[in-house]
Protein backbone atom coordinates (compact mmCIF):
# COMPACT_ATOMS: atom_id res chain seq x y z
CA UNK A 1 0.00 0.00 0.00
CA UNK A 2 1.63 3.45 -0.83
CA UNK A 3 1.07 6.63 1.05
CA UNK A 4 -0.15 9.64 -0.24
CA UNK A 5 2.16 12.38 0.96
CA UNK A 6 1.44 16.14 0.41
CA UNK A 7 3.11 19.69 0.41
CA UNK A 8 1.87 22.16 2.79
CA UNK A 9 3.16 25.20 0.25
CA UNK A 10 -0.10 26.51 -0.32
CA UNK A 11 -3.33 26.70 1.95
CA UNK A 12 -5.46 26.98 -1.29
CA UNK A 13 -3.61 24.19 -3.65
CA UNK A 14 -1.70 21.17 -2.98
CA UNK A 15 0.91 18.36 -5.09
CA UNK A 16 0.39 14.85 -3.40
CA UNK A 17 3.15 12.24 -4.58
CA UNK A 18 2.24 9.05 -3.68
CA UNK A 19 5.27 7.05 -2.00
CA UNK A 20 5.69 3.30 -2.29
CA UNK A 21 8.35 3.66 0.12
CA UNK A 22 9.45 5.65 2.80
CA UNK A 23 13.25 5.92 3.21
CA UNK A 24 13.88 9.19 5.42
CA UNK A 25 11.61 11.00 7.95
CA UNK A 26 13.03 12.65 10.27
CA UNK A 27 13.24 16.03 11.57
CA UNK A 28 17.33 17.22 11.70
CA UNK A 29 18.57 20.10 13.58
CA UNK A 30 17.05 22.71 11.07
CA UNK A 31 13.96 21.06 9.40
CA UNK A 32 11.92 18.56 8.96
CA UNK A 33 13.20 16.10 6.10
CA UNK A 34 11.29 13.14 3.82
CA UNK A 35 12.79 11.02 1.43
CA UNK A 36 10.37 8.47 0.17
CA UNK A 37 9.82 6.69 -3.59
CA UNK A 38 7.51 7.68 -6.13
CA UNK A 39 6.83 5.39 -9.13
CA UNK A 40 6.63 8.41 -11.51
CA UNK A 41 9.65 10.76 -9.82
CA UNK A 42 12.18 8.26 -8.59
CA UNK A 43 13.24 9.34 -5.62
CA UNK A 44 11.55 12.41 -4.06
CA UNK A 45 12.87 14.93 -1.08
CA UNK A 46 10.54 17.30 0.84
CA UNK A 47 11.95 19.39 3.66
CA UNK A 48 8.89 21.28 5.81
CA UNK A 49 6.67 20.03 3.28
CA UNK A 50 8.14 21.70 0.08
CA UNK A 51 9.41 19.93 -2.84
CA UNK A 52 12.77 20.23 -3.24
CA UNK A 53 14.21 17.83 -5.76
CA UNK A 54 13.30 14.30 -7.71
CA UNK A 55 15.24 11.84 -9.51
CA UNK A 56 12.99 12.79 -12.87
CA UNK A 57 13.10 16.66 -12.98
CA UNK A 58 16.40 17.77 -10.90
CA UNK A 59 18.07 18.44 -14.19
CA UNK A 60 15.74 21.29 -15.11
CA UNK A 61 16.50 23.36 -12.29
CA UNK A 62 20.09 22.33 -11.39
CA UNK A 63 21.51 22.98 -15.47
CA UNK A 64 19.37 26.54 -15.62
CA UNK A 65 20.58 28.19 -11.85
CA UNK A 66 24.38 26.94 -12.48
CA UNK A 67 25.15 27.13 -15.96
CA UNK A 68 22.99 30.27 -17.20
CA UNK A 69 25.21 32.54 -14.49
CA UNK A 70 28.73 30.28 -15.35
CA UNK A 71 28.41 30.96 -19.51
CA UNK A 72 27.24 34.49 -18.68
CA UNK A 73 29.97 35.27 -16.78
CA UNK A 74 32.29 33.90 -19.42
CA UNK A 75 35.52 33.19 -17.29
CA UNK A 76 33.94 32.19 -13.65
CA UNK A 77 37.31 30.74 -12.05
CA UNK A 78 35.37 30.62 -7.91
CA UNK A 79 31.53 30.00 -7.77
CA UNK A 80 30.01 29.94 -4.38
CA UNK A 81 27.05 28.04 -3.53
CA UNK A 82 24.73 28.67 -0.81
CA UNK A 83 22.68 26.08 0.24
CA UNK A 84 22.28 22.93 -2.58
CA UNK A 85 22.55 20.26 0.09
CA UNK A 86 21.41 17.61 -2.42
CA UNK A 87 24.43 18.22 -4.65
CA UNK A 88 22.69 18.47 -7.49
CA UNK A 89 24.15 22.02 -8.77
CA UNK A 90 27.87 21.84 -7.44
CA UNK A 91 27.39 18.75 -10.07
CA UNK A 92 26.31 20.99 -12.40
CA UNK A 93 28.62 23.77 -11.59
CA UNK A 94 31.79 21.38 -11.68
CA UNK A 95 31.35 19.83 -15.31
CA UNK A 96 32.96 23.53 -15.92
CA UNK A 97 36.69 22.52 -15.95
CA UNK A 98 38.19 25.25 -14.78
CA UNK A 99 35.65 26.51 -12.00
CA UNK A 100 36.57 25.68 -8.13
CA UNK A 101 33.89 25.51 -5.57
CA UNK A 102 32.68 26.59 -2.19
CA UNK A 103 29.33 24.92 -1.08
CA UNK A 104 27.89 26.59 2.10
CA UNK A 105 24.77 24.56 3.36
CA UNK A 106 23.18 25.19 6.78
CA UNK A 107 22.26 21.25 7.33
CA UNK A 108 24.83 18.58 7.36
CA UNK A 109 21.65 15.77 7.35
CA UNK A 110 20.69 16.79 3.89
CA UNK A 111 24.33 16.41 2.22
CA UNK A 112 24.63 12.94 4.29
CA UNK A 113 21.00 11.74 2.93
CA UNK A 114 21.39 13.10 -0.32
CA UNK A 115 24.74 11.24 -0.64
CA UNK A 116 23.09 8.13 0.03
CA UNK A 117 19.97 8.69 -1.40
CA UNK A 118 20.44 10.47 -4.25
CA UNK A 119 23.82 9.62 -5.19
CA UNK A 120 23.27 10.57 -8.87
CA UNK A 121 22.44 14.22 -7.74
CA UNK A 122 26.18 15.22 -7.08
CA UNK A 123 27.61 11.56 -9.15
CA UNK A 124 30.66 12.25 -7.07
CA UNK A 125 31.00 16.03 -6.71
CA UNK A 126 31.20 16.25 -3.28
CA UNK A 127 34.99 14.44 -3.28
CA UNK A 128 35.86 16.33 -6.66
CA UNK A 129 39.08 18.01 -4.95
CA UNK A 130 37.63 21.20 -6.97
CA UNK A 131 34.88 21.32 -4.09
CA UNK A 132 35.45 22.72 -0.64
CA UNK A 133 32.17 22.05 1.24
CA UNK A 134 31.22 24.27 4.49
CA UNK A 135 28.39 23.81 6.84
CA UNK A 136 27.32 26.86 8.22
CA UNK A 137 24.88 29.75 8.05
CA UNK A 138 25.21 31.35 4.49
CA UNK A 139 24.47 34.67 5.89
CA UNK A 140 26.83 34.20 8.50
CA UNK A 141 29.56 33.02 5.60
CA UNK A 142 29.03 35.69 3.36
CA UNK A 143 29.55 38.34 6.06
CA UNK A 144 32.62 36.87 7.16
CA UNK A 145 34.56 35.47 4.77
CA UNK A 146 37.50 37.39 3.21
CA UNK A 147 36.92 34.92 -0.40
CA UNK A 148 36.09 36.81 -3.77
CA UNK A 149 33.47 34.80 -5.97
CA UNK A 150 32.86 35.28 -9.75
CA UNK A 151 29.37 33.84 -9.77
CA UNK A 152 27.21 32.99 -6.34
CA UNK A 153 24.37 30.78 -6.90
CA UNK A 154 22.03 30.58 -3.65
CA UNK A 155 20.06 26.92 -4.32
CA UNK A 156 17.84 27.90 -0.93
CA UNK A 157 14.69 26.68 0.63
CA UNK A 158 11.48 29.13 0.50
CA UNK A 159 11.87 32.10 3.01
CA UNK A 160 10.71 30.27 5.87
CA UNK A 161 12.47 28.28 8.06
CA UNK A 162 16.01 28.46 8.03
CA UNK A 163 16.03 29.89 4.41
CA UNK A 164 14.39 33.01 5.38
CA UNK A 165 17.77 35.08 5.87
CA UNK A 166 18.70 34.49 2.15
CA UNK A 167 15.98 36.47 1.04
CA UNK A 168 17.03 40.05 2.96
CA UNK A 169 18.57 42.84 2.00
CA UNK A 170 21.53 42.45 4.59
CA UNK A 171 22.01 38.81 2.57
CA UNK A 172 22.00 40.58 -0.73
CA UNK A 173 24.53 43.67 0.05
CA UNK A 174 26.88 40.79 1.80
CA UNK A 175 26.82 38.73 -1.71
CA UNK A 176 27.32 41.95 -3.35
CA UNK A 177 30.90 42.38 -1.34
CA UNK A 178 31.75 38.99 -1.88
CA UNK A 179 31.69 39.16 -6.28
CA UNK A 180 34.20 39.95 -7.77
CA UNK A 181 34.02 42.60 -10.17
CA UNK A 182 31.84 41.87 -12.88
CA UNK A 183 30.34 39.01 -10.75
CA UNK A 184 27.04 37.45 -10.86
CA UNK A 185 24.50 36.69 -8.32
CA UNK A 186 21.88 34.35 -8.91
CA UNK A 187 19.32 32.96 -6.35
CA UNK A 188 15.96 30.76 -6.47
CA UNK A 189 12.86 32.89 -6.15
CA UNK A 190 9.71 31.09 -6.11
CA UNK A 191 7.24 30.37 -8.21
CA UNK A 192 5.44 34.15 -9.19
CA UNK A 193 1.94 32.56 -10.16
CA UNK A 194 1.39 31.63 -6.89
CA UNK A 195 4.27 33.39 -5.21
CA UNK A 196 3.95 37.00 -6.63
CA UNK A 197 5.35 38.61 -3.68
CA UNK A 198 8.51 36.42 -3.45
CA UNK A 199 9.59 38.49 -6.91
CA UNK A 200 8.29 41.76 -5.84
CA UNK A 201 10.19 41.74 -2.22
CA UNK A 202 12.88 40.61 -3.99
CA UNK A 203 12.99 43.30 -6.18
CA UNK A 204 12.80 45.90 -3.80
CA UNK A 205 15.90 44.24 -1.31
CA UNK A 206 18.24 42.72 -4.31
CA UNK A 207 17.96 45.63 -6.69
CA UNK A 208 19.65 48.78 -4.47
CA UNK A 209 22.74 46.84 -4.10
CA UNK A 210 23.49 45.98 -7.72
CA UNK A 211 23.57 48.09 -11.38
CA UNK A 212 21.22 45.39 -12.97
CA UNK A 213 18.84 43.03 -11.55
CA UNK A 214 16.12 41.33 -13.26
CA UNK A 215 14.95 37.12 -13.35
CA UNK A 216 15.23 34.54 -15.76
CA UNK A 217 12.71 31.44 -16.02
CA UNK A 218 12.56 28.05 -15.83
CA UNK A 219 9.46 25.32 -15.67
CA UNK A 220 10.17 22.50 -13.23
CA UNK A 221 7.35 20.28 -13.06
CA UNK A 222 7.40 19.68 -9.42
CA UNK A 223 8.02 23.43 -8.91
CA UNK A 224 4.10 23.37 -9.17
CA UNK A 225 2.17 26.63 -11.01
CA UNK A 226 4.26 27.12 -14.35
CA UNK A 227 7.56 29.14 -14.28
CA UNK A 228 9.60 29.47 -11.33
CA UNK A 229 11.92 32.59 -11.04
CA UNK A 230 15.64 33.31 -10.43
CA UNK A 231 16.90 36.43 -9.81
CA UNK A 232 19.82 38.10 -11.31
CA UNK A 233 21.98 40.30 -10.26
CA UNK A 234 25.29 42.08 -11.39
CA UNK A 235 27.30 45.26 -11.81
CA UNK A 236 27.70 44.48 -15.34
CA UNK A 237 25.15 45.69 -17.58
CA UNK A 238 26.02 43.69 -20.83
CA UNK A 239 26.05 40.08 -18.75
CA UNK A 240 22.52 39.96 -18.90
CA UNK A 241 21.42 40.23 -22.77
CA UNK A 242 24.17 38.34 -24.74
CA UNK A 243 23.48 36.81 -28.22
CA UNK A 244 23.04 33.04 -28.59
CA UNK A 245 26.34 33.30 -30.90
CA UNK A 246 28.61 34.31 -27.81
CA UNK A 247 27.14 31.78 -25.42
CA UNK A 248 27.54 29.01 -27.64
CA UNK A 249 31.38 29.48 -28.33
CA UNK A 250 31.08 29.09 -24.59
CA UNK A 251 28.75 26.36 -24.66
CA UNK A 252 31.03 24.27 -27.65
CA UNK A 253 34.21 25.16 -25.69
CA UNK A 254 32.74 23.65 -22.54
CA UNK A 255 32.53 20.33 -24.32
CA UNK A 256 29.46 18.61 -22.34
CA UNK A 257 25.91 17.44 -22.91
CA UNK A 258 22.97 19.17 -21.37
CA UNK A 259 19.31 17.94 -21.06
CA UNK A 260 17.29 21.57 -20.42
CA UNK A 261 20.31 24.27 -20.89
CA UNK A 262 20.93 25.00 -24.51
CA UNK A 263 22.62 28.44 -25.46
CA UNK A 264 19.22 29.80 -27.08
CA UNK A 265 17.22 28.52 -23.65
CA UNK A 266 19.79 30.65 -22.08
CA UNK A 267 19.04 33.91 -24.02
CA UNK A 268 15.19 33.47 -24.04
CA UNK A 269 14.66 32.93 -20.21
CA UNK A 270 15.48 36.10 -19.71
CA UNK A 271 12.34 37.13 -21.91
CA UNK A 272 9.82 37.57 -19.03
CA UNK A 273 6.02 36.69 -19.52
CA UNK A 274 3.95 39.88 -19.18
CA UNK A 275 1.93 38.58 -15.93
CA UNK A 276 5.94 38.07 -14.44
CA UNK A 277 6.79 41.61 -16.04
CA UNK A 278 4.24 43.25 -14.43
CA UNK A 279 5.41 42.62 -10.97
CA UNK A 280 8.44 44.28 -11.72
CA UNK A 281 8.78 47.68 -10.99
N1 LIG B 1 16.06 23.36 -5.32
C1 LIG B 1 15.32 23.52 -4.10
C2 LIG B 1 14.28 24.61 -4.22
O1 LIG B 1 14.35 25.41 -5.16
O2 LIG B 1 13.37 24.66 -3.39
C3 LIG B 1 16.28 23.78 -2.98
C4 LIG B 1 17.04 22.51 -2.69
S1 LIG B 1 18.35 22.57 -1.55
C5 LIG B 1 18.02 21.01 -0.77
C6 LIG B 1 17.93 23.80 -0.33
C7 LIG B 1 18.94 23.82 0.80
O3 LIG B 1 19.07 25.12 1.34
C8 LIG B 1 18.57 22.91 1.97
O4 LIG B 1 19.44 21.80 2.02
C9 LIG B 1 18.69 23.80 3.20
O5 LIG B 1 19.25 23.15 4.30
C10 LIG B 1 19.58 24.92 2.65
N2 LIG B 1 19.50 26.16 3.44
C11 LIG B 1 18.40 26.74 3.95
N3 LIG B 1 18.72 27.83 4.66
C12 LIG B 1 20.07 27.95 4.60
C13 LIG B 1 21.00 28.88 5.12
N4 LIG B 1 20.58 29.90 5.89
N5 LIG B 1 22.31 28.71 4.85
C14 LIG B 1 22.73 27.67 4.08
N6 LIG B 1 21.89 26.75 3.56
C15 LIG B 1 20.59 26.89 3.80
Known amino acids: MSRWIGETLYPFYQQRFSATE ?3 EEKTEHQDLVIFENDFFGRVMLLDGVTQTTDRDEFVYHEMIAHVPIFAHGNAKKVLIIGGGDGGVLREVLRHKNVECTMVEI ?3 VV ?16 DPRCNLVIADGLKFVKETQDRFDVIIVDSTDPIGPGEVLFTSEFYSDCHDCLTQGGILVTQNG ?8 VTTTQGRMAPHFKDMSFYVV ?3 TYIGGFMTLAWATDDVNKRQQSIADIQARFDQAGFETNY ?4 V ?3 A ?11 K
Open 191 to 198: VPFFQEDE
Open 270 to 280: FSLPRYIEKLL
Open 112 to 127: EMSKKYFPEHSDGAFD
Open 22 to 24: VLF
Open 261 to 264: YTPG
Open 107 to 109: DAS
Open 219 to 221: AVP
Open 266 to 268: HVG
